[in-house]
């Protein structure tokens, strides 16, 4: 392993959102950095002009901040090794590129777009791979300056060796080998002068000193060509790990039309930081325990590049449900309040102004029952607002002819408490039942059903005690009123 100090990168490029594979990215690099003390390098690859989203980059800075994964060095930060944009280091590929010009591994070439276009249909139909024919590499010099000098459009092609095995050490995926045959001689700057991935890449994680490039395995077959420039260049290789695929539950490559890929789509949902980062961090890897929850400081404590398998990690979304419920669970109470009350703020219900005294008695109800801050609200409707209707499938299976005569019983007995207790409720229902010589569950889910709507939750008691004596009357008696067989 490479002695100098730790220095990774994540390297999007900013298409208009973070992918959930990006994330993924992020987070190893954070780990890998956090964990190693080294540092957290966060670089913008947007060469690409075609793909230029307005606001792009902010958006992926902030869901990066999100998640708690902030960098060390890049936009807005700064660094040693800066700009951090790539569109803002043109001159320097410029200036490698001229390099490769001239000591001959690269070369220019002039093709218009139409004859590589043809090029490219003839080889296909003959069932061979997609290569440059390499018309320009003999050009003779008098030619290309004369080219130069009208003004023709060209750009810079490298020359890849003939008949070469190219074989590198990936940490993930241990020895891998291409054969330079099935290079093509890859375009390095483009007739609008700016550089492609490949050129900018290499010279940017050399500049910016990186020593372990931690990313995706689609990049893996790009590493042949780096792996020349940086012979080229005759600068080191940076340590590699390529990281496995993310597959559906189909085994099929993850994708946008299986659900949601972006990170703000899962946000949006109500997913927590803490669940998603933890459930990223196991798509692919594993700490070798059972231990399943994790934080985010216990993710750098046991994060190594060593323990990424090489298989695809498929997306299960029971498990990031199921993390979701466990890092709620994690909240205090005043974290779960705060949550609760801003998302209350975003419904129908912002203007009910309920007291935190009452909000926490909800919550203390609800918790074991909610997966995500919406579920109090959307389990625990009644809570918020009165029933509107009732469950017909519990009206049919909880209400007789009889029960409203027995809820009458039992309003009129809780009407002479004062300040009842959840006891109090309890005492009162069951001596009503006694009176009534029936059994106490007649009368709980029939006042369960009145009071809420639905037939299941947390405790009868809890929640009498929760809406108070009063509202809980008046429900029993628009139930007594409303509810018809
Ligand atoms: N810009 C590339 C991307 O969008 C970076 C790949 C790399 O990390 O080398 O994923």
Request: net charge neutral; aromatic share 10%.
């Amino acid at each position: 392993m490479n002695q100098n100090k730790v220095r990774v990168r994540f390297a999007p490029s900013p298409t208009g959102y973070l992918h959930v594979g990006g994330l993924r990215t992020a987070l190893y690099n954070y780990l890998f950095a956090r964990k190693n003390n080294g540092v957290f390098i966060l670089r913008i690859e947007d060469t690409d002009r075609n793909r230029y989203v307005e606001g792009a980059v902010e958006n992926l800075i902030a869901t990066l901040r999100w998640a708690g994964l902030d960098y060390d060095e890049g936009p807005h930060k700064g660094g040693d090794y800066g700009p951090y944009f790539q569109s803002e280091r043109l001159e320097i590929y410029r200036k490698y590129a001229e390099q490769l010009l001239s000591e001959g591994t690269a070369y220019r070439c002039f093709c218009a777009s139409e004859r590589l276009e043809k090029m490219r249909k003839t080889q296909e139909k003959m069932k061979l791979s997609s290569k440059y024919d390499r018309t320009c590499l003999h050009l003779p010099e008098s030619e290309i300056e004369k080219k130069l000098i009208d003004g023709d459009p060209y750009v810079i092609r490298m020359k890849i060796p003939e008949n070469r095995i190219i074989k590198f050490y990936d940490i993930i995926r241990q020895d891998v080998e291409f054969s330079s045959e099935l290079i093509d001689d890859q375009v390095l700057i483009k007739s609008d002068g700016y550089p492609t991935y490949h050129l900018a890449n290499v010279v940017d994680d050399h500049l910016m000193k990186i020593t372990h490039v931690i990313r995706g395995e689609e990049w893996l077959s790009s590493v042949p060509k780096h792996i020349l420039l940086y012979e080229y260049f005759g600068w080191e290789v940076p340590n590699l790990a390529h990281l496995p695929l993310l597959l559906n539950p189909d085994k099929s490559k993850l994708s946008k039309r299986q659900g949601d890929v972006a990170v703000e789509d899962y946000k949006a949902k109500g997913y927590l930081k803490e669940a998603l980062v933890n459930f990223v961090a196991f798509l692919g890897w594993n700490p070798g325990t059972t231990q399943e929850l994790f934080d985010l400081n216990q993710l750098i404590e046991q994060f190594s590049l060593e323990r990424v398998n090489k298989a695809g990690a498929v997306f299960n979304i029971e498990k990031l449900n199921w993390l979701n419920f466990e890092h709620l669970r994690k909240k205090t109470e005043a974290e779960v309040l705060n949550m609760l009350k801003d998302y209350l703020s975003q419904t129908e219900y912002k203007n009910l102004q309920l007291d935190d005294a009452y909000l926490l008695k909800v919550i203390e109800a609800m918790r074991a029952r909610v997966t995500f801050i919406k579920d109090f609200v959307e389990k625990g409707k009644y809570f918020f607002e009165p029933p509107i209707i009732y469950d017909e499938e519990i009206v049919n299976k909880r209400w007789r002819e009889e029960t409203p005569e027995q809820l009458k019983r039992l309003s009129e007995f809780f009407s002479g408490l004062t300040n009842p207790t959840k006891e109090d409720y309890e005492v009162a229902l069951h001596k009503t039942a006694q009176s009534l010589n029936i059994g106490n569950g007649k009368l709980i889910h029939a006042v369960r059903l009145a009071v809420s709507g639905v037939g299941g939750g947390p405790g009868l008691y809890d929640i009498l005690n929760i809406l108070g004596k009063d509202e809980s009357i008046k429900r029993i008696e628009n139930a007594i009123n409303r509810i018809k067989l």
